[in-house]
Structures are given as structure tokens and as C-alpha cells.
């Protein structure tokens, strides 16, 4: 599985960027895709999943603020991100996880920086 992220870039506070993940090779075999995100001098936390069943998770302070969406027919999900804080600062790594062994895949990430 191939992950290619789009999308990242700077944005004031209070703005809005979508990102995009754009997936190829084993497809038919993912589980579940999502959003990471590793700020400077920071571990990478889990954002927000989707399941193929569509079921989503989203970390405590992303809710209400971003979405993930997923378009089948594109092998694409999307992550709107909304009211963005200085703190959502990241690089953001799109994840797959595939097939009956939950092998993990990565993007190589996008960088967002929210900065007035």
C-alpha cells in the first residue's frame, strides 16, 4: 500500500485546510485508514480513523473541529480541519492498516503550520 498526503501549508488561527491521502497498490485489503500527527519535540498521537464500514474516532481535541471523509471510488480520504489552533501545528502523517495481520502503512507527511 502506497499513501501520498496533499494538502498541508500555513494558515492563520481560525482557518481552514483540508488534506487529502490518496491511496494505491493493496487497496482492496485496508481496514481502516487515518490521520497522525507529530508536532516538534512531540510523539506522534492518532488524530482520527475511519473504518471500512465508515465508523470514525477522533482524539479529544480535534472533535467538532476536523472531519474524515473518504471517497471509495478515488482510494482517497480527506481530513477537513476547521478553527485551527496554533497547537494543531504538525506534520501529519497519513496510516493504513491492511489486511488480516493490521500491517501499517505511512505517507511520508505533510507539514501544517497554523501561525498568525
Known amino acids: 500500500v502506497q499513501l501520498v498526503e496533499s494538502g498541508g501549508g500555513l494558515v492563520q488561527p481560525g482557518g481552514s485546510l483540508r488534506l487529502s491521502c490518496a491511496a494505491s497498490?493493496?487497496?482492496?485489503?485496508?481496514?481502516?485508514m487515518g490521520w497522525y500527527r507529530q508536532a516538534p519535540g512531540k510523539q506522534r498521537e492518532l488524530v482520527t480513523t475511519?473504518?471500512?464500514?465508515?465508523?470514525?474516532i477522533y482524539t479529544g481535541s480535534v472533535k467538532g473541529r476536523f472531519t474524515i471523509s473518504r471517497d471509495a471510488a478515488k482510494n482517497t480520504v480527506y481530513l477537513q480541519m476547521n478553527s485551527l489552533k496554533p497547537e494543531d501545528t504538525a506534520v501529519y502523517y497519513c496510516?493504513?492498516?491492511?489486511?488480516?495481520?493490521?500491517?501499517?502503512?505511512w505517507g511520508k507527511g505533510t507539514l501544517v503550520t497554523v501561525s498568525s
Open positions: 496510516n493504513a492498516v491492511e489486511g488480516v495481520t493490521a500491517t501499517r502503512y
Open positions: 497498490g493493496r487497496i482492496f485489503s485496508i481496514n481502516s
Open positions: 475511519i473504518t471500512q464500514g465508515g465508523s470514525t
